[in-house]
């Protein structure tokens, strides 16, 4: 048995865990939900060795663990799989496999990559083309390696941190027989989640953290999504309340027959769609078929191969990307938040005069950007790392607003968000459509985009397709996601 | 924030000093002696005083170049090749000065100085924007053409009249530095130097380029994505950083050596390194380090005079300086200065980022 007793663990003024109690049994699979910032990440780090708590221990079948050393947490066999995947950016991902327990902890890359491939087959999971590094891969897949990775260890305990906010509709349900199955090989699992269908119908038991502290234990068939919703969050989040404006014919954003090549690869495949003012259109498929490369496009870090981009005004400060990885591409996470609010180019200008920064001003639009979209952080000489996932993801959001442009092109923003963080972010978004901007959010979350988007499309292998108002049943966009187009 | 570093840096040498005592007891030394005789030759009086700032102005260069190329996360180790052409530039162009009135003369050399460090600086920023070569290959690289380009210079080209030695024809008296207190050797050159450290300070922290720089050397990929130009900011500063260390070697030229000789730098470019991680990249604090490093080095030969220790023991000092900033340059030390009153935030500090050149 896993359990935690009486776990506290302070980020300097943050109560991050508050005396909480967690037990988990052989054979069960767990869902531990909550909010962002209930402590849910922390608490997994902690059992795996990985922050030493500042009171409390955690014990396997009664044996209290060394805090603070993954290494002994590993070799008493707890794996725990990150949301934000801690591989070696440069390195192979056969490389980073070998870190793992593969070929019995030789290092020996061929034995790793056919271990992994035979793991990965039993698994339903496709691996990355030979010799590729992490750096290329999409995030769908870092997590699926990571995942893997965990497992080659043959954990008695696994614990795995969002790990299907970036699986597809048909990876899920492949995805979740993976986890009954090794709940019936009588091992623990660990699922932290905010999904609550799928704790629901996934697990034996759940834990409700909120604010750092327990809130509820249940088993899974006591109860129900509305009441767990409660005592995660308080109150329901609220719907959207503008309706969609009628979109007018002003093309906002045209992509013509973009197309463009990677390492050989045909990554973007004659891409074309326009976008109109006043419209928020979704963008939907799996992880790692050509989104991250669309938006670096966009975001004019790649040129295409062919093909051309166009705004009505053709101007790169009337289009803004909100880029999928928050913590390496979005946010500096070791500079202040007002630096990383002026990171956006309008906004640098506006605080800007003659080459000199107005730290001054710039200042007070980082402190107003906080007030107005109610980010939680001490100030604006805070560093970006000191926030909480959601808070940046806020700040991202916040700050994509205030430089002023008519298009948002977003990427996976509600990854890891909460329900009411989700509905907070759409609703901006919802407003920015209703003032006359266009959105194009790109997302794996295809129940998040038939929510929020007026107009549907889908992505499969670099190949972009517009659906249709008949196309939206869940049936039928998991085949065009899957990219069975006839 | 600066106090807290401030802080630390004198930690750090109190620490240093506790462990070299420790080593001198056991060889028999007195430590109190020793220190003493560092102190006398370094402060002890005015000409010992004087010697000390002259021997920090060429770090405080070097340390400034450092310290704007490693803030953008270019590792540039070729200060000391761009401080030796900077030299050789001013001296090749010294000796022609000789009608210019002094304020123009040594503009020119000052210039002169500049522009050869930028050269050789820029030159490695281009590879690397545009043909992906790492800087820090090309800087080290770039020393070696340098000492040469200037070996061949005082045997060849630049060799003075009589050709008996392998130095140059001496420059114009109308480019000598203007020196203050002569006899001393107290010259321009650390106005300058401090003029400078406060420039860089305010490009850095004040300017809209120098927060460019920073974003950069924090994160390459991000301000890519963020529209900030890497490929022009890379030349660019590589060529500033070189420009730098190219004036402390013009500097030395006017004010020191007024002609050239084989080996103009002792190392400077690669002693600006630790003044700099000491001073944790802020310009203003290269100041302070640089003027420690050159009372050290200043006062080890009074030591070995005085104590019979031997000079070298003033290189031991500057390692553990370093080692022990880096040793407790960690974020629970951090947080350990917080709770005691220093800086509300933890920052990360510059040197712990350099391994991920």
């Not at chain 1, 009588?186 to 953290?209: C, F, N, Y």
């Not at chain 1, 007018?248 to 973009?258: E, H, K, P």
């Not at chain 2, 002696?33 to 005015?46: R, T, Y």
């Not at chain 2, 070097?62 to 401080?83: H, K, V």
């Amino acid at each position: 048995m896993l359990a935690a007793r009486n776990i506290t663990k302070r980020f300097g003024a943050t109560l991050a865990l508050d005396r909480v109690d967690f037990e988990a049994h052989p054979g069960e699979i767990h869902a531990l939900i909550g909010e962002n910032g209930a402590g849910k990440t922390t608490l997994m780090n902690i059992i795996a060795g990985r922050l030493r708590p500042d009171g409390g221990d955690a014990l396997l079948d009664g044996f209290a663990l060394r805090a603070g050393s993954a290494r002994a947490a590993l070799g008493s066999g707890i794996a725990a799989v990150n949301q934000s995947p801690m591989l070696f950016e440069r390195m192979t991902w056969e490389e980073n496999l070998a870190f793992g327990g593969f070929a019995g902890d030789r290092f020996e890359l061929a034995a790793v990559a056919s271990e992994a491939r035979t793991l990965a087959e039993g698994l339903g999971f496709a691996l990355p083309p030979a010799r590729s590094t992490i750096e290329e891969r999409s995030m769908a897949e870092r997590v699926r390696l990571e995942v893997l990775r965990a497992l080659s260890f043959t954990p008695r305990v696994l614990m795995l941190d969002e790990p299907t906010g970036v699986l597809g509709p048909s990876e899920l349900a492949a995805f979740l027989d993976l986890l009954r199955r090794l709940r019936a090989e009588g091992r623990v699992i660990v699922l932290i989640t905010h999904k609550l269908a799928e704790a629901l119908a996934v697990a034996d038991r759940i834990t409700v953290l909120r604010g750092g502290r327990v809130v509820a234990r249940t088993g899974a068939t006591q109860t129900n999504a509305s009441e767990l919703a409660r005592a995660m969050i308080g109150d329901l989040p609220p719907k959207l309340t503008v309706a969609p404006k009628s979109v007018g014919n002003t093309i906002a954003l045209a992509i013509r027959n973009v197309t463009l090549h990677r390492d050989g690869h045909r990554v973007l495949d004659q891409v074309s769609l326009a976008l109109r003012a006043g419209e928020i259109a979704g963008l939907a498929g799996v992880d790692g078929n050509g989104q991250s490369e669309l938006v670096e496009v966009l975001a004019g870090v790649l040129r295409p191969d062919s093909g051309e981009v166009r705004g009505t005004e053709m101007d790169r400060a009337e289009l803004t990307v909100i880029p999928e990885n928050r913590d390496l591409v979005g946010l500096i996470l070791d500079m202040t938040l007002w630096e990383n609010v002026v990171l956006s180019r309008p906004l640098r200008e506006q605080t800007t005069h003659r080459g000199w920064l107005d730290r001054a001003r710039a200042r007070d639009l980082c402190a107003q950007l906080l007030r107005r979209f109610q980010i939680r952080a001490p100030g604006p000489e805070t560093l970006a790392a000191a926030l909480s996932g959601g808070n940046r993801q806020r700040l991202a959001v916040a700050r994509a607003l205030a430089s002023g442009p008519k298009v948002i092109v977003a990427h996976n923003i509600c990854r890891g968000l909460d329900l009411a963080g989700a509905a907070e972010v759409h609703q901006t978004l919802a407003n920015f459509a209703a003032a006359g901007g266009a959105v194009l959010l790109i997302s794996s979350d295809l129940d998040e985009l038939l929510e929020t988007c007026g107009r549907l499309l889908v992505i499969s292998a670099g190949r972009v397709r517009e659906t249709d108002l008949n196309e939206r049943s869940a049936e039928k966009l998991g085949m065009l996601i899957a990219g069975n187009w006839t | 924030m600066i106090l807290s570093s401030l802080a630390r840096a004198v930690a750090a040498i109190l620490l240093a000093g506790v462990i070299l005592a420790g080593v001198l007891l056991a060889l028999g030394a007195s430590p109190a002696g020793v220190f003493m005789a560092l102190a006398q030759g370094a402060f002890g009086n005015w000409y010992a005083l004087t010697d000390t700032v002259v021997r920090s102005t060429p770090l405080i260069f070097t340390g400034l170049a450092i310290s704007i190329s490693f803030s953008g996360a270019l590792w540039n180790i070729g200060a000391d090749g761009q401080l030796v052409v900077g030299a050789l530039a001013a001296g090749a162009i010294g000796p022609q000065l000789e009608a210019c009135p002094k304020p123009l003369a040594i503009a020119i050399i000052l210039i002169a100085g500049a522009l050869g460090g930028a050269a050789w600086g820029g030159t490695c920023g281009w590879l690397r924007a545009h043909r992906d070569t790492n800087e820090v290959i090309s800087t080290i690289m770039m020393n070696f053409v340098a000492a040469q380009l200037l070996s061949w210079s005082v045997h060849g080209p630049l060799i003075e009249a009589s050709r008996a030695y392998p130095s140059s024809t001496p420059i114009a008296e109308s480019a000598h530095m203007y020196v203050f207190f002569p006899p001393s050797r107290v010259n321009l050159g650390i106005v300058i130097a401090i003029v400078l450290a406060i420039a860089c300070w305010l490009l850095l922290f004040k300017t809209d380029v120098g927060f460019q720089l920073r974003a950069m050397g924090r994160n390459r990929r991000a301000a890519t994505f963020f529209g900030i130009p890497i490929a022009r900011l890379t030349v660019t500063i590589l060529a500033l950083s070189g420009a730098l260390a190219g004036i402390g070697g013009a500097v030395q030229v006017s004010a020191i050596t007024h002609r050239l000789y084989e080996k103009m730098s002792p190392g400077w470019g690669f002693e600006a390194i630790a003044v700099a991680l000491i001073a944790r990249l802020n310009p203003l604090g290269i100041v302070a380090s640089a003027l420690l490093f050159g009372a050290l080095d200043n006062g080890s030969q009074a030591m070995q005079r005085a104590q019979g220790v031997s000079a070298e023991l003033v290189q031991v000092i500057q390692a553990l300086v370093i080692m022990i900033l880096l040793a407790f340059d960690t974020p629970a030390v951090a947080q350990l200065w917080s709770a005691l009153g220093g800086s509300k935030v933890a920052a990360p500090s510059a040197i712990s980022e350099i391994p991920n050149a």
